[in-house]
């Protein structure tokens, strides 16, 4: 099986009580885990690990790492010595090292993320559990989040100095790690350049995705709800709480998800994302969408390019 989902998420936060109030009543998490610094580890309801976002106080926001769950230790072997023949350094990390983890591998892609595989995490159970459970759970709070969903993140991409990280990044994920292409984005000449590669593992629209930008980023976490009545709602709680808001709920051209984007008191992005947008498999075919089309590829409803969409990030 290999890779089979995301694992986690790890950011610095510049006030972690602000953020975790935030993840906890604006998204709907819970905090599972808090170390004596502070550093905060939350999951949601419909999640059975530990954690899938850990906040680690700071005094400015960045990402620290991201974490992908495989199947199998053995895969840990495979797909560490995959990465290390396709020329990355590879770091074998002890049980415990990443919090409450097995055993696991780190590397830095060619985007610069850290990023961990591990195949253990301390299982705490979803909390509706599994004999005869209700749909959703009496202590569902805030916009209610399923279970993180994604990530995206930046490469930097300068053709005019032969530089494309999203290229080189898109090719360790599927060469060394069997992710799947479902959709890029392409800009230059001719639409021959790589800006964006939308990637899976499972049967999603993408579990990672990686846009061209400036320099080297992380762009937002990503959180699944049912549907667009959900968007809608979680709309309206983002907004009882006074959230910055980003992007209105609508929907993405793009893995045809619906979805609002807003901002955590840090000002990492956050989405939450509704509607699987079509089922994903290895041997659909590959969606293009062309540089010039790219507002209608990423806010399709509006056709109009949000600004802060490709300024606002953090660095990693
Ligand atoms: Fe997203």
Known sequence: MGVMRIGHVSVKVMDVEAAMKHYVNVVGMDVTHRDSDGTTYLKCWDEWDKYSVVLIPSDRAMLHHIAYKVETEADLDVLGKRVRDAGVEVTEVPAGQLPFCGRSVRFRLPSAQTMYLYAQKEFLGKDVGVKNPDPWPDTKHGIGAHWLDHCL????????????????????????????????????????????????????????????????????????????????????????????????????????????????????????????????????????????????????????????????????
């Open 153 to 316: 993140i930046l490469g930097e991409l300068d053709p005019e100095k032969g530089i494309n990280r999203v290229e080189e990044t898109f090719r360790l994920l599927t060469d060394a790690l069997d992710f799947h292409l479902s959709e890029r984005i392409m800009a230059g000449p001719n639409y021959s350049v790589m800006a964006g590669a939308f990637m899976f593992r499972s049967c999603k629209p993408h579990d990672i995705a990686i846009v061209g930008a400036p320099t080297n980023g992380f762009h937002h976490l990503s959180f699944f709800l049912d549907d667009w009545k959900d968007v809608l709602l979680a709309g309206d709680i983002l907004s009882k709480n006074r959230t910055r808001i980003e992007l209105l709920p609508s929907r993405h051209g793009i893995t045809r998800g619906e979805t609002v984007y807003f901002y955590d008191p840090s000002g990492i992005r956050n989405e939450t994302f509704a509607g699987l947008g079509y089922q994903a498999y290895p041997d659909m075919p590959v969606i293009t969408w062309t540089e010039d089309e790219l507002a209608r590829a990423i806010f399709y409803t509006s056709r109009e390019w949000v600004e802060s969409f490709s300024t606002a990030y953090i660095p990693v």
